[in-house]
Nanobody, 126 residues
Framework: QLQLVESGGGLVQAGGSLRLSCAASGRTFSNYAMGWFRQAPGKEREFVAAISWGGGTTYYADSVKGHFTISRDNAKNTVYLQMNSLKPEDTAVYFC???????????????????WGQGTQVTVSS
């Protein structure tokens, strides 16, 4: 079992920045592709960004491309989401997740992820 704990959420004004962190424990973190998803009230959970287990490949939703950056530090068992130029529509609970299978390529589908954190709230005021 892989345990994930997010931190770094909060309230920020539009145009501001936040950096989310996700600390992993329980299994070999570096073997897993990781992702960030978000869920706004009344909406389905949606893909935000993903990074391969080695960190060499990343992918972003069109809505955040150029504004968000996903990265990982395998020595610290942590994945990050740097969020810049935040907009009110970025308001959501952000979830960190790990792919269900080790050594697999990153995925955009939440069905491919088996381990989830509890989420961290990000609120962007206008």
């Amino acid at each position: 079992q892989l345990q994930l704990v997010e931190s770094g959420g909060g309230l920020v004004q539009a145009g501001g920045s936040l950096r989310l962190s996700c600390a992993a424990s329980g299994r070999t973190f570096s073997n897993y592709a990781m992702g960030w998803f978000r869920q706004a009230p009344g909406k389905e959970r949606e893909f935000v960004a993903a990074i391969s287990w080695g960190g060499g490949t990343t992918y972003y939703a069109d809505s955040v491309k150029g504004h968000f950056t996903i990265s990982r530090d395998n020595a610290k068992n942590t994945v990050y989401l740097q969020m810049n130029s935040l907009k009110p529509e970025d308001t959501a609970v952000y979830f960190c997740t790990a792919h269900r299978v080790q050594w697999m390529a990153l995925s955009l589908s939440k069905d491919e992820y088996a381990y989830w954190g509890q989420g961290t709230q990000v609120t962007v005021s206008s």
